[in-house]
């Protein structure tokens, strides 16, 4: 995808749903399978703000399977080493875009961050050419250093995304926190941080705190991002 935006995916049934089966089929098969759907219904992207509406009056069958698409932006996850390479592979086959961005090329080859939605080589110090964040974006912070953690998480903050979560112990969440008060980031806003980052779930290898940063992040995903549309049929069932 050249862009990600908020939509839904959706497959009218209505024009085959108004031509259902005549003939013998019900004998055979039964009521029901006069609601049969034939031929191919039509596709379309409809995006965010949309005022669109499916109504289909004359069956009892909705007019129209909505699917939310793209409920997030781009996921940026700096520092891909065991626990960052971890979280991507995770997040990877959960359906997040993830970019995986690190200052040492040996990290992002395709076979420690398979099947993510780019790599890309960064100066932590410098990161806005290479990764525009925006308001939908997740950013994970996972670097080889403190230093470069703040660097990272400073900037990330400035461009306020959806989402910000570091890696960090007792002492370093003291230590982040301090040092954004002194750049001027007012308390709501460091609130915000998941520092530590992840679910308490006492995790402590990579895998398990790769799993337990997923988790927070589809949280997220499905509560405040855009919550999973439910649909119930009319019949109940």
């Known amino acids: 995808m050249a862009y990600r935006r908020i939509g839904d995916f959706v497959i009218d049934f209505e024009p085959f749903i108004a031509s259902a089966l005549e003939g013998d089929v019900a004998e055979c ?23 669109v509406t499916y109504t289909n009056a004359a069956s009892e069958i909705p007019a129209a399977h909505i699917e939310t698409l793209c409920p997030e932006g781009l996921t940026y996850i700096f520092g891909c080493g065991h626990v960052g390479a971890a979280t991507a592979r995770v997040l990877t086959a959960a359906g997040f875009a993830v970019v995986a961005c690190d200052d040492r090329p040996g990290t992002l080859t395709p076979e420690w961050v398979p099947g993510v939605y780019d790599r890309r080589l960064v100066d932590y110090k410098n990161l806005i050419e290479l990764c525009p964040i925006g308001p939908r974006d997740l950013v994970v912070v996972a670097t080889a250093g403190h230093k470069s953690d703040i660097d ?3 900037q990330a903050m400035r461009a306020k995304p959806a989402y910000l979560g570091c890696l960090g112990s007792r002492r370093k969440t003291a230590f982040v926190r301090a040092r954004l008060e002194q750049e001027g980031f007012a308390q709501d806003q460091i609130d915000e941080l998941h520092l530590p980052i992840g679910v308490a779930i006492e995790a402590e290898d990579p895998e398990e705190i790769a799993i337990s940063i997923a988790a927070q992040m589809i949280h997220l995903r499905r509560t405040k991002l855009v919550p999973r549309k439910r649909y119930s049929h009319p019949r109940g069932s």
């Open 152 to 154: 990272v998480v400073i």
């Open 29 to 51: 098969h039964g009521e029901e399978s006069r609601h049969t759907i034939v031929g191919c219904p039509r596709l379309s992207l409809v995006e965010e703000g949309s005022k």
